[in-house]
Structures are given as C-alpha cells and as structure tokens.
C-alpha cells in the first residue's frame, strides 16, 4: 500500500534553517510528481511546492520563492524540501502529497498524503 | 493566482441533513477541481476530482456538481464521520490553489 512518511521537522530561529524529507512506498516513486502543502496552526491549506517525476520541472508558491528549494532522490524514493531564511510565517504542519497520475502531462489532483511534520519557527 | 472562495465558512448540521458547500474560482478553472475532506489531526483526503468523480471507496452520499465559476459539493445525507473540514482545490494552472475551508459541525 502507498504510504509517505515525513521527517525533519522541529523548532528553528528566525532566518534559521531545515530539511524536510518524504519517504515513499508502495508504489514506483520515480514515474509520480509530488508537492509539499503547508497548514499554519488553526488555518487552511496552502500548496508550497511541485516537482515532477524526473525532477526537471518544479514550481514554488511565490511566498517561498528563492528561500525553499523542492529536490528528490529516485534511487532513495525521497522527497525533500530544503527550507532556509525561515520566517514566523513559516510555522505550519507540512504535508507532502502525490500526483494522481504518472508521468506528468498536466497538472493533477493529489490522491496520497503524509501525516505532516511540523515545523515551528521561534525565537 | 486563482482564488478560490469557499461558502459557508462553517455549518452546523444534523445526522440525515442534506448539506451543500460552494466553491466559487475567481476564474475558470475547467473542470480541475477536487474536493477535500480532513478530520482533526489528520492529513486531508481526497472525496472528489474532477468536479464530479468520487474517489475510489468513498460512500455515494458525496457528489459534486457545477461548471466555469460555480462548483459545489453535496452531502445527501450526514453520518457522525461527516463532521469535518472541507476544501475545494484547483489544480487548473499553478500555483495550486485551495479554498479556506468549511467547518462542519453537528448541531
């Protein structure tokens, strides 16, 4: 069966840095693009980030733009998100999530989650 | 950005009512649009896409309906496990955009 793990969350100082990383079974990692989506404490939902399944197309949010960097690891079945200049706004459980379709040829509703790592950014 | 506006931010409803949500895009979206139910504490999960397509497994009291700026999700009739937060998602163009959510309640 599918599952995606997250991990690497925890508490950094403003400006600070962190490593998200999304384990994945159950399925062939490398032929499926994938995105982190972020919840803030008590707030909605909000994509973060996409990159496709070879890794070449990736498309960011424009409030992360420049700060977090979406990468994956086909050998490994990874999905990680290297966050840095890390802002109060920041703080947010994160969740990442899979394509519902192979080999991308469009954009996709997501079909798999993890359970989320939460990231909280303070002082 | 396409925004994506939610109606009734919450709701308070009974077991066996019949409750309507409505997501309204700023702009058309065709028909990429996924309806999301989450519990608290819990990642979301997918109920509808597509507009009208009920995922695999989920029960038939669920269904969505609509067109160009006017989609809704309708829940025929609630059980307990109903009561939750739901979004509507479009995933028409980037950036992935969702709706702020609705809370549903039991009176």
């Known amino acids: 069966q599918v599952q995606l793990v997250e991990s690497g969350g925890g508490v950094v100082q403003p400006g600070g840095s962190l490593r998200l990383s999304c384990a994945a079974s159950?399925?062939?990692?490398?032929?499926?693009?994938f995105h982190w989506v972020r919840q803030a404490p008590g707030k909605g939902l909000e994509w973060v980030s996409f990159?496709?399944?070879?890794?070449?197309?990736?498309y960011y949010v424009d409030s992360v733009k420049g700060r977090f960097t979406i990468s994956r690891d086909n050998s490994k079945s990874t999905l990680y998100l290297e966050m840095s200049s890390l802002r109060a706004d920041d703080t947010a459980v994160y969740y990442c999530?899979?394509?519902?379709?192979?080999?991308?040829?469009?954009?996709?509703?997501?079909?798999?989650w993890g359970q989320g790592t939460l990231v909280t950014v303070s002082s | 950005a396409i925004q994506l506006t939610q109606s009734p931010s919450s709701l308070s409803a009974s077991v066996g009512d019949r409750v309507t949500i409505t997501c309204r895009p700023s702009?058309?979206?065709?028909?990429?649009l996924a309806w999301y139910q989450q519990k608290p504490g819990k990642a979301p999960k997918v109920l509808i896409y597509d507009v009208s397509i009920l995922d695999s497994g989920v029960p038939s009291r669920f269904s969505g309906s609509g067109s160009g700026t006017d989609f809704t999700l309708t829940i025929s009739s609630l059980q307990p496990e109903d009561f939750a937060t739901y979004y509507c998602q479009q995933f028409n163009s980037y950036p992935i955009t969702f709706g702020q959510g609705t809370r549903l309640e039991i009176k």
């Open positions: 990159i496709r399944y070879d890794g070449f197309n990736k």
């Open positions: 999530a899979k394509d519902s379709a192979p080999w991308e040829q469009g954009i996709y509703y997501f079909d798999y």
């Open positions: 702009q058309g979206i065709s028909s990429a």
């Open positions: 159950g399925f062939t990692f490398s032929t499926y693009g």
